[in-house]
């Protein structure tokens, strides 16, 4: 019997735990950044993954894609039940539900986590927020509504900054915020020419506002002569 829901009313987890004895084709047709995802499941383990009909072979990238599904916590999923025997070939073996909590205990790597400087402020149009992120953003969004770093939040929410990267890390993933854009921040009294630049740290160098070029040599020469001819004429 196929199974029909959608992650907002039913938590990967829970599906996977559904899943646990069960073989068959897990789809999910636009819920991951409007993309298809075709999930070959055996017996509750997870054999093969596939992006818009190519194979994800690399299980990092398995981690990742189920990552995202799971923090955005919405999209339509569709579940074919299908007669598949324990040796059917597979890229990898992944019990499917002890895949998922690992997901949320271990902790990202460092080259996947914004700059504890680089300021973020919400996308426009706002995104919906997932349940499973409703408590975080009602804590942080306020304070991202003029544009906030991660070292700007660790002391404003009383978290650590390693706490707070991860935290936007996982709002980008839903598309709740987005890095600021260069000039959107004006300080007083501050000529826009010399705000920081980029979506780098918000405490970098600042580009000084360049002096005025001086005058073309010929234009300099012309004026001594014409300020020499009228002294001669005098």
Sequence with gaps: ????GDLEHHALTDLARILGTRSGTLYFHSAYRGRTLELTVV????RALYLDGFPVRETG?????LGELRAQGRGAFEFKPREFSATTPGFYNLPLLDLLPALTGAPLPEDQLPHPDTRFVPTTPPARVPPTL???????GPHLASGASASDLARRVG???REVRETLHRLRAVNLIAPQRAGSVTRPGVPVAAQPAGDGPA???WTPVA??????LVHRLLGALRRLTGAVSA
């Design 1 to 4: 019997m196929a199974l029909f």
């Design 43 to 46: 017996q509750g383990h997870l």
């Design 61 to 65: 990238q398995v981690h990742d894609i």
């Design 134 to 140: 409703a408590d975080t953003w009602a804590l942080v």
């Design 159 to 161: 978290r650590t900054e």
């Design 203 to 205: 405490g970098g160098s």
């Design 211 to 216: 002096p005025p070029a001086p005058a073309p």
